[in-house]
């Protein structure tokens, strides 16, 4: 393949695998919201990870009443390597290092089984800790906030 055509694939939303390079037409295709399910799903396993972070549109998304599982999670697909970048709020009192590091493991592990694909790079962004209390109060706050909207 020509380094132009290797060029313009970098980012795309799909890996395409030759599971049997003797089959000429035959190929698998992964979309790169498919790997981004994956690692919200492993995310929200690992002891000490509160969550994503989406930003602004995310909040606003899920205050709606819509879940995004991809919220705070960006994938890019280079052929068949792959590049993870993660938003995430720890829990208070967790070692922020160790919390990361277990969940680029369990991350790079379960992509690489499950897609077969190699996990070039894992950026994780800790955006915010989770205080204990806070979440319930503001909780509380919101369906105060709702009431009067709805009467």
């Known amino acids: 393949m020509s380094?132009?055509?290797?060029?313009?694939?970098?980012?795309?939303?799909?890996?395409?695998?030759?599971?049997?390079?003797?089959k000429e037409g035959d190929s698998i295709r992964i979309s790169s919201e498919?790997?981004?399910?994956?690692?919200s799903i492993i995310s929200s396993d690992i002891p000490g990870v509160a969550g994503m972070s989406g930003g602004?549109?995310?909040?606003?998304a899920e205050r709606l009443g819509r879940k995004d599982m991809t919220?705070?999670?960006?994938v890019q697909v280079d052929e068949d390597k792959v590049s993870i970048d993660l938003n995430i709020i720890?829990?208070?009192?967790?070692?922020i290092v160790d919390a990361t590091d277990k969940l680029?493991?369990?991350?790079?592990g379960s992509v690489e089984k499950t897609t077969g694909l190699k996990?070039?790079?894992?950026?994780?962004?800790v955006q915010g800790i989770s205080v204990p209390g806070e979440e319930?109060?503001?909780?509380?706050?919101?369906?105060?906030?709702e009431k009067p909207a709805k009467e």
Do not use: C, H
């Not at 602004?56 to 606003?60: A, C, K, S, W, Y």
């Not at 996990?119 to 962004?125: L, Q, S």
């Open 3 to 22: 380094e132009e055509k290797k060029g313009k694939k970098t980012g795309t939303e799909e890996a395409v695998l030759k599971p049997d390079p003797e």
């Open 34 to 39: 498919v790997i981004a399910v994956i690692t």
């Open 56 to 60: 602004v549109v995310g909040g606003i």
């Open 71 to 74: 919220r705070g999670i960006k």
């Open 90 to 95: 720890v829990e208070y009192g967790v070692s």
């Open 104 to 108: 680029k493991k369990e991350i790079r």
């Open 119 to 125: 996990v070039e790079t894992i950026n994780i962004n």
């Open 136 to 145: 319930e109060e503001e909780e509380e706050k919101g369906k105060k906030e």
